[in-house]
């Protein structure tokens, strides 16, 4: 096994830029599925998920077959990003519990 490449920052610039893009897009996602009902929120957000999932698992076993990156920056890096999302996730979906509907107003 080669050594990962010379280039310390790669990985965490690569971890964060994707974290960052995740973030935007769940963000924008995630208050588009809450206007249109909780169940609908729902599902969006489970088919998300898993999307994340899928792409984040591609791209570590891309890194660990080419050395091209240090996985283990990438995960560490792009963690961080994951969980303020989830963060902004929670709050986004607790303050659309919090308003009241029209059908209760």
Request: net charge positive; hydrophobic share 55%; proline share 5%.
């Amino acid at each position: 096994m080669t050594a990962p490449a010379e280039r310390p920052s790669a990985p965490v610039s690569i971890g964060a830029g994707l974290g960052l893009v995740n973030l935007a897009v769940g963000y924008l996602i995630t208050r588009r599925s809450l206007r249109s009902g909780m169940k609908s929120a729902m599902a969006t957000l489970a088919g998300g998920f898993l999307a994340r999932l899928f792409v984040v698992v591609s791209l570590m076993l891309l890194f660990r077959r080419t050395d091209s990156v240090d996985p283990a920056a990438f995960a560490l890096t792009f963690l961080v990003f994951f969980f303020a999302y989830l963060g902004v996730e929670m709050i986004l979906v607790d303050r659309s519990l919090a308003q009241p509907t029209e059908a209760t107003a």
